[in-house]
């Protein structure tokens, strides 16, 4: 069975599982999406994605609680974005695009289904300043669920928290893959157009210097707008955030767009 697949490891994302849900199925897409639970996601989370017609997987335990001797780790927030490796234990599925919950699809999907394992995007490697970029963005992924896939992740993992635990910096799942597949660069036969994961603060520069366009039948396709950062759309901004948020509608006209677009589907949900 294929699938596509999110994460939900705190309750604040469950809105943004729901729009991804609902862009899913306003593109066309015809796989399911499943939604895997951290443990810690509250049984009436659950009961309203099931309602909703959205398939849970509940994880048993985080990830980086499946890492030999790391009871001293203390940083939950870790044990979240880790959870995202989990994934490739969900051997029910032969094949799975991983998508994440702050994400809005746009365009039908299906056919990454034929892409290789770990097709994904080096996100926003386009835009002015950011040539040095290479990496994949663990936003949106193909996979092949594989244990030894999983396992060899969860190993990376203790590497990787330990080295930034020594410097006292911040990691996630998308350093270990890094580390776990590090020739990844030079697999151009992995590399997706940018246009499966355009980052939303970059929206504006795509559309009008590199030819992609949020409209069918003209230009480059936007598959996916990736919504990074702090703040998500489907968040009530404070007096800072407001203040950013208009700045960024003001120099940005595209992200106003696609903004709008977000919480037009929000309301929607919400009125159902």
């Keep these: 069975m294929k699938a596509y697949v999110t994460l939900l490891s705190t309750p604040n994302y469950l809105d943004g ?44 335990s985080p990830a980086v609680m499946e890492l030999p001797d790391s009871s001293g780790y203390d940083f939950p927030h870790w044990s ?6 989990l994934v490739w234990g969900l051997m029910e599925f032969e094949k799975v695009v991983f998508i994440d919950s702050d994400m809005l699809v746009l365009r039908n999907l299906d056919h990454l289904f034929d892409c290789d394992a770990f097709s994904a995007v080096s996100a926003g490697r386009s835009y002015p300043g950011n040539g040095h970029w290479s990496t994949l963005n663990s936003g949106l ?29 911040s990691v996630g799942d998308q350093d270990v893959i890094h580390e776990y597949i590090p020739g990844w660069p030079q697999r151009h036969d992995l590399h997706l157009d940018e246009g499966y994961n355009v980052f939303a603060d970059f929206l504006t520069w795509y559309v009008r210097h590199l030819g992609y366009s949020l409209d069918n039948g ?55």
């Design 17 to 60: 599982v729901l729009v991804l849900a609902l862009s899913l199925k306003e593109a066309g897409c015809h796989y399911p999406l499943y939604c895997m639970l951290s443990p810690d996601i509250d049984s009436k989370v659950e009961d309203t994605l099931q309602s909703l017609g959205i398939r849970c997987r509940r994880l048993v």
């Design 141 to 169: 992924m193909v996979l092949v669920p594989d244990k030894d896939v999983e396992a060899g992740l969860i190993m990376m993992a203790r590497k990787v928290i330990d080295r930034a635990k020594a410097s006292d910096s």
């Design 218 to 272: 003209s230009g480059k396709p936007i598959y996916v707008i990736h919504f990074i950062g702090k703040l998500k759309p489907w968040m009530r901004p404070g007096l800072k955030e407001f203040a950013w948020l208009l700045l960024m509608c003001i120099r940005n006209p595209y992200y106003f767009r696609a903004y709008r677009s977000y919480r037009k589907r929000l309301r929607s949900i919400r009125q159902a």
């Design 80 to 85: 979240h974005t880790f959870d995202k490796l």
